[in-house]
């Protein structure tokens, strides 16, 4: 499986960007997906994941309520809207395949990344 992920600005506080996610090589529809976050010095973090089917998703409690994620497994990519975006969102976001049905806050569960996408917020 390769993952894609694009998306990624720059924005201002407050505003809004949609990251998205594009599978290619293995349908990904049999896995739950995520979205991790890195920003400088820090370590790779959850943000938001969601089941192989959709139904179920989970988010960090610091994105709760701004950041929603979905999926199309017929067009084989997972988004992540983002709104009312902070300073502190500031990172580089990735998009990852696990092997399990449903999300995830352990990157160990994941076996599969994207590359990763810049997104910098300025105050």
């Known amino acids: 499986v390769q993952l894609q992920a694009f998306g990624g600005g720059l924005v201002q506080a407050g505003g809004s960007l949609r990251l998205s996610c594009a599978a290619s090589?293995?349908?990904?529809?049999?896995?739950?997906m995520g979205w991790f976050r890195q920003a400088p010095g820090k370590e790779r973090e959850f943000v938001a994941g969601i089941s192989w089917r959709g139904i179920a998703t989970d988010y960090a409690e610091a994105v709760k309520g701004r950041f929603t994620i979905s999926r199309d497994n017929a067009k084989n990519t997972v988004d992540l809207q983002m709104n009312s975006l902070k300073t502190e969102d500031t990172a580089v976001y990735y998009c990852?395949?696990?092997?399990?049905?449903?999300?995830?806050?352990?990157?160990?569960?994941?076996?599969?990344w994207g590359q990763g996408t810049l997104v910098t917020v300025s105050s």
């Open positions: 090589g293995r349908t990904v529809s049999v896995y739950a």
């Open positions: 990852a395949a696990s092997t399990g049905r449903g999300p995830s806050h352990l990157p160990t569960a994941y076996g599969y």
